[in-house]
C-alpha cells in the first residue's frame, strides 16, 4: 500500500483538561480507560478522508501532537516545547468547560505557538484587551474544543455556552463541545464531526493546495495580543 500524505496538527491546552482522552478518541474512536499525564510530547494517527464523498476524495494522516506542559513554565521548558511547534499545518486548542481559567489560557497557549519564531518583545500585551484581529490574520487553520461537557450542570450550561462562544469568536475558529468518554458526541453525520471533518480538510488545503503550504506563519512584530478576555461573566 503506497505511504499517505500527512499534516500535523498540535493539540494544546493545560494539563488534566482531556487532551489525551481526546485524541485517543478521535485516533481510536474508543474511551481511554486510564489516561495519565503526558510529558513531553505524545503523538497519535488519525486516517481522514478528504472531501469525502466527491471526486476530489483523498485519504490523509492526521497526526495530533498532545503537547504537555502548562502555560505557566518555566522559560526553559517553553524553549524545549518549542521544538514540538515546527512546520505545524493546524491547532486544536483544548479547554475544560468546567474550568474557566482552562479557557482563559488558550489565549496564551496560541500566543506561545504562533509566536515561536517572534522576539519576547515582538508582542505587545496590555491592559487585558484582547484585539481579535490578532487571529483575523492568523493562516494556521484552529479549532477549539471544550471537554467535560457532561459536568456542567444543567442550569450553567447557557451561561458557560456563550462565555465559550466568544472564545471560538475570538480565534475565528469553530467550536466544538463534548465530552470525551462518550463517543456519540462525534458520531458519524452529527454536528462535532461534521465541524471536525471541515476543520480537518482545511488542514489539508493549507497545507497541499496553497502557495505556502507547509510551514507555520509566526506573528509579526509589533502586532497587538491582548487579554481581553477573558470575557468574565
Not at 482563559?104 to 505587545?124: C, F, H, M, R, V
Not at 490574520?137 to 456563550?162: A, M
Not at 465559550?164 to 458526541?185: G, H, V, W
Not at 480537518?200 to 502557495?211: L, P
Request: neutral net charge; proline residues 3%; aromatic residues 10%.
Amino acid at each position: 500500500m503506497a505511504s499517505l500524505d500527512r499534516v500535523k496538527v498540535l493539540v494544546l491546552g493545560d494539563s488534566g483538561v482531556g487532551k489525551s482522552s481526546l485524541v485517543h478518541l478521535l485516533c481510536q474512536n474508543q474511551v481511554l480507560g486510564n489516561p495519565s499525564w503526558t510529558v513531553g510530547c505524545s503523538v497519535d494517527v488519525r486516517v481522514h478522508d478528504y472531501r469525502e464523498g466527491t471526486p476530489e476524495e483523498k485519504t490523509y494522516y492526521i497526526e495530533l501532537w498532545d503537547v504537555g506542559g502548562s502555560v505557566g513554565s518555566a522559560s526553559s521548558v517553553k524553549s524545549t516545547r518549542a521544538v514540538f511547534y515546527n512546520s505545524v499545518n493546524g491547532i486544536i486548542l483544548v479547554h475544560d468547560l468546567t474550568n474557566k481559567k482552562s479557557s482563559q489560557n488558550l489565549y496564551p497557549w496560541s500566543l506561545e505557538a504562533l509566536s515561536k519564531d517572534s522576539s519576547p518583545t515582538g508582542i505587545i500585551v496590555s491592559n487585558g484587551d484582547y484585539d481579535r484581529e490578532q487571529f483575523a490574520e492568523n493562516s494556521v487553520p484552529l479549532l477549539i474544543i471544550g471537554t467535560k461537557f457532561d459536568q456542567i450542570p444543567e442550569n450553567k450550561r447557557n451561561d458557560v455556552l456563550t462565555r465559550t462562544a466568544f472564545i471560538s469568536e475570538d480565534f475565528n475558529a469553530e467550536e466544538i463541545n463534548l465530552d470525551c468518554t462518550n463517543p456519540r458526541y462525534l458520531a458519524a453525520g452529527s454536528s462535532n464531526a461534521v465541524k471536525l471533518s471541515r476543520f480537518f480538510d482545511k488542514v489539508i488545503e493549507k497545507r497541499y493546495f496553497t502557495r505556502d503550504p507547509s510551514q507555520m506563519q509566526s506573528f509579526t512584530d509589533r502586532r497587538r495580543f491582548n487579554f481581553k478576555s477573558l470575557h468574565n461573566d
